[in-house]
């Protein structure tokens, strides 16, 4: 009898044979169906297993996906849609995806169709700025995370900025530690490797100095400096807005401690100012041609980088008729000799295009008394996403790689806000939630100088050299060569950036050549050569206090120090190195750590520095 | 005009090279290893390790000499029958009667040697040296600088258009071919740009006894205490993600000294090598061959050649310069003979321009473009090929020898006929000259 029946719609019939069994015999107004039509198999009793999900910004779901009875399911739709990043499988109802928006808590009808019929599920669907896009303030810390802060700030820290930092917490450091004390002590030493003569005035004024004395200046401040995120800051500029001393004239290698003093100096102040003040540095007009960009051949280095790689990115949003503007602007500088028979750079109004330039749609009056150089830069800042790529620069160098754009945006707004002041966004930078999340203490790859400076600072353990006879009278008492013979080699000399693009973290900083030079390196470091005795530094200020210096004491303690995680297993090994004398050949014989026997600690400490130093975790920062 | 390109990768522009700022470590790994064909996610150090065997190379070896700073090949293989090469180097030239002829071996009656050649010489009577002239690319540039750069990378177009993320031509190779550290070797100061990029981290190093773990020798015996327990803990880790990729390199760092090491104290050679540094830098090529290493393409760079002035000729710096060459190729060739590897050897002499035809006001010479470039090896096919060098091209007003063979030519006879390394992968253009030489 079924096949006779005329069709209605599933619902009709199930209604109809409902009727029927209620009307039995005849109640209501339903049609009486005779035989029961077969069961429909319309989707039941939909049921997510996560029906009210709070997720996260940037983080991918677990795939929320649906039971449900009845017959099988032709089909599923939602409604509204999902917030932006989830997917909604219309195959199986899954939810996946990564959202990339907060969303408000919201109801979401799901709809799962055949051909007996309908399901319907309510799922309320929320999404929250996940920790690693937020950079409002963290509200509580962990030991953990001061080490983590000194890591990433600090070149690792000594014990004494953890005492410091803990004693009055991350947020009121973070904000003394964007102010920089004056270091004109420390740099009347440091200009000691420059063949100054005058140190009260810094006045390098003796003989040029040379691309390795320029280099150890700055070592010697990274090395020394009681407020070493000056230094850290800094070389982060020197990255990104790179030049290099190696393909420079001898007699104008002494411009480049004003280029370092620019970014320590400048490198939490104004952004404007910095790049107004990086565009005209003597150092950047000779290395990006801009001492040879004329009126009748403007130069397109300079300009080119200035968008591509300084102020906005490859290809965002500028063309390359806003280059060809941008040169005529750079125009006017050049060197000359003074009458010390030094070269310096000078402003020539007779070099300067004096006519008027247009870039972005903005034009910049045609004049011949000051150079164009702040027109350009700011006209660029106004009308382009500049704020966007450095506070993605400064996000990635200091948090973790692949920012999305919910931290980037909120950065960039601060930075507006503030009139482009970088102090206050980098507070906020270093409370924030997403640096101290999970995501940006996975690691980042420590290149050459954060791994050899950090040690050094540490650990107080450094290269000794002594003054050579031709050095002149004032070179600080370490001349700092080896270590900056070590910097050539490990390809991160500071001043000699390889090219414009600064250090790209590349493979060769994780190669075998490169973790073998860093060993060399701290290697400098921990032996002494004129004896073994605790010469020269005292490595028990390293130790643990006195009656916590067993042997597996010294190790958990000294792992902390350096922010070396280790596994059981490596801490049993390192225990046993601390218990063993070793013998011809390296063959070690048990002999208990005794941290009250000198020998014990001039060999096997130092020795333990040098192993933790090639932890792999160590190589993270 | 600016051919546009893909705005987050790797470009070549006016000959220079371009690596977008803000490219994750992530992003580059995942250039390189989508490069290599390998598309899985994961660790990318684990993909260093070679996994389908590269391209049967058997055991042919190419060692490249960078002559830095633009060698005046015109002092160097002389054109002997040329009036204008007299008449624009008064002070600097060679005299026919004093070059080395060339008119055994293969024979060749327009050029000779240096005088200082006289071991090459006599390995061109052996039919072991061809001379290519007019060595260049088109549009040449003198810059040290950018034309190193054309040299070390190897094309002249788009990384992106080209599908290759940016990498030397010698990293190309070895990541293609040879892809352990030790499958390609740098020797000397300095990272040559021709090992830039690519995925298997070819080694460079300063010399061979450098390479090693340093001594604390006021502790020797606990200092290898020190590495023994390094290398247990390195083991024993279980390190992933970043650490991971951090202690594979250690690891690896390790295992390669200690080879490397071995190698060198078990070196026992048959010629005695000169104390300069080429020389030494040849003998370290020679402990890793008698070692038995897997390497396919040593490099070293041999200096001073920017003579810009006091050049010399038949004495002088030019002549310095050519001795130590010869000095140090010959100590080689003695080694490679009696290992009997002599016929498996293409030493090809390389660099960043030739200089002008004529001497300037300082009895030196200045920035030129094309040059002659010479292979020497049991594995070479002697002879002088290329477009000859005519006096017109030297007479004024030509400045310098323009182009006639591009540089990546010969490179790619070396690779397809003497290594059995399909040139493909390493040069991925067609050349403007596409000649073919017959060198190997």
Same mark, same amino acid.
């Given at each position: 009898m079924i096949g006779s029946r005329t069709l209605f719609s599933r619902l009709a019939l199930s209604a109809a044979f409902l009727l029927s069994l209620a009307g039995c015999g005849g109640g209501g107004g339903g049609e009486v169906l005779g035989n029961p039509p077969p069961p429909p198999n319309a989707p039941t009793a939909l049921a997510y297993p996560v029906p009210a999900p709070v997720y996260e910004t940037s983080t991918p779901v677990t795939p929320n996906v649906p039971t449900h009875g009845g017959g099988a399911?032709? %089909?599923?739709?939602?409604?509204?849609?999902?917030?932006?990043?989830?997917?909604?499988?219309?195959?199986?109802?899954?939810?996946?995806?990564?959202?990339?928006?907060?969303?408000?808590?919201?109801?979401?009808?799901?709809?799962?169709?055949?051909?007996?019929?309908?399901?319907?599920? *309510?799922?309320?669907?929320?999404?929250?700025?996940?920790?690693?896009?937020?950079?409002?303030?963290?509200?509580?810390? %962990?030991?953990?995370?001061?080490? !983590?802060?000194?890591?990433?700030? +600090?070149?690792?820290?000594?014990?004494?900025?953890?005492?410091?930092?803990?004693?009055?917490?991350?947020?009121?450091?973070?904000?003394?530690?964007?102010?920089?004390?004056?270091?004109?002590?420390?740099? *009347?030493?440091?200009?000691?490797?420059?063949?100054?003569?005058?140190?009260?005035?810094?006045?390098?004024?003796?003989?040029?100095?040379?691309?390795?004395?320029? %280099?150890?200046?700055?070592?010697?401040?990274?090395?020394?400096?009681?407020?070493?995120?000056?230094?850290?800051?800094?070389?982060?500029?020197?990255? +990104?807005?790179?030049?290099?001393?190696?393909?420079?004239?001898?007699?104008?290698?002494?411009?480049?401690?004003?280029?370092?003093?620019?970014?320590?100096? *400048?490198?939490?102040?104004?952004?404007?100012?910095?790049?107004?003040?990086?565009?005209?540095?003597?150092?950047?007009?000779?290395?990006?041609?801009?001492?040879?960009?004329?009126?009748?051949?403007?130069?397109?280095?300079?300009?080119?980088?200035?968008?591509?790689?300084?102020?906005?990115?490859?290809?965002?949003? !500028?063309?390359?008729?806003?280059?060809?503007? $941008? =040169?005529?602007?750079?125009?006017?500088?050049?060197?000359?000799?003074? =009458?010390?028979?030094?070269?310096?750079?000078?402003?020539?109004? %007779?070099?300067?295009?004096?006519? $008027?330039?247009?870039?972005?749609?903005?034009?910049?009056?045609? *004049?011949?008394?000051?150079?164009? !150089?702040?027109?350009?830069?700011?006209?660029?800042?106004?009308?382009?996403?500049?704020?966007?790529?450095?506070?993605?620069?400064?996000?990635?160098?200091?948090?973790?790689?692949?920012?999305?754009?919910?931290?980037?945006?909120?950065?960039?707004?601060?930075?507006?806000?503030?009139?482009?002041?970088?102090?206050?966004?980098?507070?906020?930078?270093?409370?924030?939630?997403?640096?101290?999340?999970?995501?940006?203490?996975?690691?980042?790859?420590?290149?050459?100088?954060?791994?050899?400076?950090?040690?050094?600072r540490t650990t107080n353990l450094a290269p000794i050299d002594a003054p050579q006879a031709t050095d002149s009278v004032g070179t600080p008492v370490n001349t700092l060569r080896t270590l900056d013979s070590s910097c050539v080699t490990l390809a991160q000399r500071p001043t000699q950036p390889p090219s414009v693009n600064g250090w790209p973290v590349t493979e060769q900083w994780l190669s075998a050549q490169n973790m073998l030079d860093r060993a060399n390196t701290v290697v400098q470091c921990i032996r002494d050569r004129t004896d073994q005795t605790n010469a020269g530094v005292d490595v028990t200020t390293l130790l643990p206090p006195p009656g916590q210096r067993s042997a597996i004491e010294v190790v958990d303690g000294l792992a902390t120090l350096l922010r070396v995680t280790l596994s059981p297993t490596e801490r049993t090994q390192c225990e046993t190195y601390l218990n063993s004398q070793a013998g011809a050949g390296g063959t070690p014989t048990p002999s208990p750590f005794d941290a009250s026997i000198a020998a014990h600690v001039s060999e096997r400490v130092r020795g333990l520095l040098y192993i933790l130093a090639q932890h792999p975790t160590y190589g993270v920062r | 005009m600016n051919t546009p390109f893909s705005s987050r990768t790797p470009h070549v522009r006016d000959g220079r090279l371009h690596v977008p700022r803000g490219s994750s470590r992530r992003e580059i790994l995942q250039w390189a290893l989508a490069g290599a064909g390998i598309t899985a996610l994961g660790p990318w150090i684990d993909k260093r390790l070679p996994t389908a065997s590269a391209a049967a190379q058997g055991n042919k070896i190419l060692v490249v000499i960078n002559m830095d700073g633009g060698c005046d090949t015109l002092n160097m293989v002389i054109p002997i029958t040329s009036g204008s090469y007299v008449t624009r180097r008064p002070n600097i030239h060679i005299p026919a009667a004093a070059a080395l002829a060339l008119t055994d071996g293969p024979g060749n009656l327009a050029n000779g040697l240096h005088p200082q050649l006289d071991q090459i010489r006599s390995m061109w009577a052996d039919g072991d040296v061809a001379i290519v002239h007019k060595v260049g690319y088109p549009s040449e540039n003198l810059s040290h600088f950018e034309s190193q750069d054309i040299y070390s990378y190897g094309v002249r177009g788009e990384f992106p258009t080209l599908g290759i993320p940016q990498s030397g031509w010698i990293a190309r190779f070895a990541q293609q071919y040879a892809p352990t550290p030790l499958g390609a070797v740098s020797l000397g100061a300095g990272r040559p740009t021709s090992f830039v990029g690519g995925t298997s981290g070819p080694l460079q190093v300063s010399s061979l006894s450098g390479f090693s773990f340093a001594n604390d020798n006021g502790a020797s015996n606990n200092h290898l205490l020190r590495l023994a327990t390094i290398k247990q803990m390195l083991t024993a880790s279980q390190a992933t993600g970043t650490p991971g990729e951090v202690k594979s390199a250690i690891q690896q760092a390790h295992d390669l000294t200690a080879q490397i090491q071995a190698a060198v104290t078990s070196f026992a050679p048959t010629a005695t090598y000169p104390s300069r540094s080429l020389a030494q830098r040849l003998r370290d090529v020679a402990i890793l061959i008698q070692g038995g290493f897997e390497t396919r393409v040593f490099y070293t760079t041999t200096g001073g050649f920017d003579l810009h002035g006091d050049e010399g000729g038949v004495t002088g710096s030019q002549a310095n310069l050519m001795q130590t060459i010869d000095d140090a190729i010959s100590a080689f060739r003695t080694d490679m003979v009696a290992m009997g590897q002599w016929d498996n050897v293409v030493i090809a002499l390389i660099t960043e321009f030739g200089r002008r035809n004529y001497e300037n006001g300082s009895f030196g010479s200045d920035h030129g473009a094309a040059w002659s470039e010479m292979l020497i090896g049991g594995g070479v096919n002697g002879g002088v090929f290329g477009p000859t060098i005519a006096d017109s091209d030297i007479a004024a007003p030509k400045e310098y020898l323009t182009y006639g063979v591009d540089f990546r030519d010969v490179y790619k006879e070396i690779l397809n006929d003497h290594l059995n390394a399909p040139a493909g992968p390493v040069f991925p253009e067609t050349q403007p000259t596409n000649v073919v030489l017959g060198v190997c």
């Open positions: 399911v032709d %089909s599923w739709s939602i409604a509204p849609a999902l917030p932006a990043g989830l997917a909604f499988d219309t195959g199986t109802g899954a939810i996946t995806g990564s959202p990339t928006a907060p969303a408000p808590s919201n109801v979401h009808t799901v709809t799962a169709t055949n051909a007996d019929g309908q399901g319907t599920v *309510q799922i309320s669907v929320t999404v929250v700025l996940s920790a690693l896009d937020s950079m409002a303030a963290q509200s509580t810390f %962990s030991d953990d995370d001061i080490r !983590y802060f000194l890591g990433r700030t +600090h070149f690792g820290g000594k014990a004494s900025d953890f005492t410091n930092v803990k004693a009055i917490g991350i947020p009121a450091y973070v904000d003394q530690m964007l102010t920089f004390d004056d270091t004109t002590a420390l740099e *009347q030493a440091a200009h000691g490797h420059l063949l100054t003569t005058d140190a009260a005035t810094m006045v390098v004024t003796d003989k040029f100095p040379s691309h390795a004395q320029v %280099s150890r200046y700055w070592l010697h401040l990274m090395v020394n400096s009681p407020q070493p995120f000056q230094e850290v800051l800094a070389f982060f500029w020197h990255d +990104h807005f790179a030049s290099s001393t190696a393909a420079l004239e001898t007699n104008s290698t002494w411009w480049m401690p004003t280029q370092i003093d620019l970014w320590r100096k *400048q490198g939490a102040g104004n952004l404007r100012t910095l790049m107004l003040a990086m565009a005209r540095d003597w150092i950047m007009l000779e290395f990006l041609d801009g001492v040879r960009s004329t009126k009748n051949a403007p130069n397109e280095n300079f300009p080119r980088e200035w968008f591509e790689l300084f102020a906005l990115g490859v290809d965002n949003g !500028y063309t390359q008729a806003d280059i060809l503007q $941008a =040169a005529k602007a750079f125009t006017g500088y050049r060197t000359r000799t003074n =009458a010390g028979g030094w070269q310096e750079v000078t402003f020539d109004t %007779s070099r300067h295009d004096p006519n $008027a330039k247009t870039i972005f749609g903005v034009t910049i009056p045609g *004049q011949n008394v000051t150079d164009d !150089y702040a027109a350009v830069v700011d006209i660029t800042i106004d009308n382009r996403p500049v704020a966007e790529f450095i506070s993605k620069k400064l996000f990635e160098h200091f948090c973790y790689e692949g920012a999305g754009n919910l931290p980037i945006a909120a950065m960039a707004a601060q930075l507006r806000a503030d009139g482009y002041e970088l102090a206050p966004l980098l507070k906020t930078l270093f409370k924030s939630e997403a640096f101290f999340s999970s995501r940006a203490k996975v690691g980042l790859a420590k290149g050459p100088i954060e791994h050899v400076v950090g040690f050094i | -």
